[in-house]
């Protein structure tokens, strides 16, 4: 299946370069920041400009309707974390879209507000962090969280 999605991107790839012209620019279409254009899963890919370490990772699924998230990530421990939540989008005048979340079981809130850019309808989208433009994280847009991360944090590795 994956070796098919490669040569399709191939495909699309090459498309792409033959049909544009050199003194044409190319257009990306970037999509406003809404829970349905955010609703789907993602998987984060860089930190600051960086490729995720190895053995880390962090996949977060968005439900646009009941406005929650499930989280599985490995950053601070030895196996995978299921971390679930809210989450809310809004628009500031000065910095434009907005996500925030809050942690279900009273484990609080989010550290930071990360402002959401380069939403993109080719499936990747930039989290800023508020108060510190240095803290930099790219999401992919991704067909599921892989089974075997949803296996472990459920204790069945």
């Not at 067909?143 to 991360?149: S, T």
Request: charged share 25%.
């Amino acid at each position: 299946m994956r070796t098919f999605f490669k040569i399709m991107a191939v495909f699309m790839l090459l498309f792409g370069f033959s049909s544009c012209d050199d003194d044409e620019e190319m257009q990306i279409a970037v999509l406003e920041v809404n829970y349905a254009n955010l609703a789907g899963t993602w998987q984060l890919t860089e930190w600051n400009g960086q490729a995720t370490p190895g053995g880390t990772y962090c996949y977060i699924t968005f439900d646009r309707k009941e406005r929650s998230f499930v989280m599985y990530q490995k950053f601070d421990s030895m196996k995978a974390r299921r971390i679930t939540g809210q989450f809310t989008v809004k628009q500031d005048n000065y910095l434009g879209y907005l996500i925030h979340g809050k942690y279900d079981y009273g484990m609080g809130e989010w550290n930071n507000s990360y402002i959401v850019t380069d939403l993109l309808a080719s499936g990747s989208m930039v989290w800023t962090a508020k108060d510190n433009p240095d803290d930099a994280s790219k999401y992919e847009r991704c067909e599921a969280v892989p089974q075997e991360i949803i296996d472990e944090a459920r204790g069945g590795m």
